[in-house]
Every structure is written in C-alpha cells, then in structure tokens.
C-alpha cells in the first residue's frame, strides 16, 4: 500500500519592490502576517534602493529586477513599489515619468505620504488621520509615539508594536496600501 503525498498548496507570487531597508522589513513584516493566516501567498521582496535616487530610478530597477525574474521563471503578474511621496514631489517630471512606467509594466506604485515613517505612525492606536506635513516632522511623530524607534526597523522590531489590527488600521487611510493589503488576502475587501 502506497502512502499518499500531502497536498502543499501552491503561494501565489506577489512582487514587493521596495525603497529601502525599512520597507523590506515591512514588507516581511506582512509576509509574517500572511504566513500566521495560512494565506496562499508569497512575497517576493526586494529592496531597490541602493544606487538608486528617486522614485523614475527605483522603478526602472524593478522593471529591469522583473525582466531578469521573467527570464528565469515565471514572473509574479501582481507587482508593487513602495516610495516616498516626498521625493516625488522634488522632481514631479521624473515622479510622472515613473508613474507612466510602472503602469506600462503593470506595477501599482503605493506612495508612502510623505514618507514611510509617516505610513507607520498611521498604524498607531488613535494615529490613523495624523499626516505629517513632511519627513522631518512625521520622524518626530513616530520618535514620541515609539521612542525606540530607529532606522531601518526589522520585521521582528516592527512587530513589537504593530500587528494585524494596526494594518487594517492604515489601510482605512491608505487606499494604495488597501490594494496591496487587499491582493495579499489580509484585507477582506479593497
């Protein structure tokens, strides 16, 4: 009698493309998530801020990061990139330009307003509708919110204050984070 094999159900691939190391950590942080909920998805992180500036070079590395993929295997059909609002707003014809390429290569673009540290404060309990009017202020924020806070934060760090609650909590301010939320499974409903 033959024993039979467990069924493993396929993860659906998700490409995350993100700015910097705090992203990855976030980034993994939702892969923690998904994985606690049984949810059928992996992500594939990665991060597309070294030698990179501004919002058009972080999106020509991820085409160029998701044209090497597809060469290889299968390429993840759901994309996305995390990016600071604020350096979109220095060079709005490079953001434009970046938009127009993201969209040419089916890569929804999540803007963290104005920064990723402001994104993270809207996690927090009574912190949802707090927008920082820029970088410097929303670091501030955070540090008197989370005065341990420090750059880049871990997976693991970020998960000393955060959970699946304060997740669903941002998205309800963050539509571009619902979607990505969304198409992972840890949302109900974008």
């Known amino acids: 009698m033959s024993r039979r094999?467990?069924?493993?159900?396929?993860?659906?691939?998700?490409?995350?493309?993100?700015?910097g190391a705090s992203e990855v950590g976030y980034a993994s942080?939702?892969?923690?998530?998904?994985?606690?909920?049984?949810?059928?998805?992996?992500?594939h992180i990665e991060e597309l801020g070294p030698g990179t500036g501004d919002p058009l070079s972080r999106i020509e590395l991820a085409v160029l990061r998701l044209t090497l993929m597809q060469k290889k295997r299968n390429v993840p059909a759901e994309r996305f990139v995390l990016l600071d609002?604020?350096?979109?707003e220095?060079?709005?014809?490079?953001?434009?330009?970046?938009?127009?390429?993201?969209?040419?290569?089916?890569?929804?673009?999540?803007?963290?307003?104005?920064?990723?540290?402001?994104?993270?404060?809207?996690?927090?309990v009574g912190r949802a509708?707090?927008?920082?009017?820029?970088?410097?202020?929303?670091?501030?924020?955070?540090?008197r919110?989370?005065?341990?806070?420090?750059?880049?934060?871990?997976?693991?760090?970020l998960a000393r204050l955060i959970d699946?609650?304060?997740?669903?909590?941002?998205?309800?301010v963050e539509e571009e984070l619902q979607a990505l939320l969304a198409c992972i499974g840890l949302l109900s409903e974008a």
């Open 5 to 19: 094999r467990s069924h493993i159900a396929l993860r659906r691939p998700i490409y995350i493309g993100c700015e």
């Open 29 to 43: 942080f939702l892969q923690d998530l998904a994985r606690a909920t049984n949810l059928p998805v992996h992500l």
């Open 85 to 88: 609002f604020d350096q979109a």
């Open 90 to 124: 220095r060079e709005p014809h490079r953001a434009a330009r970046a938009v127009k390429l993201a969209a040419d290569n089916a890569i929804s673009i999540v803007w963290q307003r104005p920064c990723f540290e402001a994104v993270l404060l809207r996690h927090l």
């Open 129 to 143: 509708a707090h927008r920082p009017p820029d970088t410097h202020a929303a670091m501030r924020a955070l540090e």
């Open 145 to 157: 919110e989370w005065p341990h806070y420090r750059k880049p934060m871990r997976r693991s760090d």
């Open 164 to 172: 699946a609650d304060a997740v669903r909590r941002a998205a309800h």
